[in-house]
Nanobody, 122 residues
Framework: EVQLVESGGGLVQAGGSLRLSCAAS????????IGWFRQAPGKEREGVSC????????YYIDSVKGRFTISSDNAKNTVYLQMNSPKPEDTAEYYC???????????????WGQGTQVTVSS
């Protein structure tokens, strides 16, 4: 059974730090890209970051560049999103998802986690 389980969300002050984890199981981790998405109330879901497990290549949306860092521990089948200097506008439900290939492969994400809430206070 494929599972993606997010953890690490919570309440954080603006300017602080938070690390989200995405633990994956049930598929060959090295063949997949793992993405982080977020959705705030009343807003569309947006892709925040992605890492390709095969070569470590990464992607970030402009609004988080320089503040968020995605990394992967392939031995643990876990991807992390280090959130430094979060802002109130980063408040959202964060989801991780997996798709075959790399971050830049034009295919849909196959598997999704249940999400973890991040709230950034000002």
């Amino acid at each position: 059974e494929v599972q993606l389980v997010e953890s690490g969300g919570g309440l954080v002050q603006a300017g602080g730090s938070l690390r989200l984890s995405c633990a994956a199981s049930g598929f060959t981790f090295d063949d997949y890209a793992i993405g982080w998405f977020r959705q705030a109330p009343g807003k569309e879901r947006e892709g925040v970051s992605c890492i390709s497990s095969s070569d470590g290549s990464t992607y970030y949306i402009d609004s988080v560049k320089g503040r968020f860092t995605i990394s992967s521990d392939n031995a643990k089948n876990t991807v992390y999103l280090q959130m430094n200097s979060p802002k109130p506008e980063d408040t959202a439900e964060y989801y991780c998802a997996a798709k075959g290939g790399s971050c830049y492969t034009l295919n849909e994400y196959d598997y999704w986690g249940q999400g973890t809430q991040v709230t950034v206070s000002s």
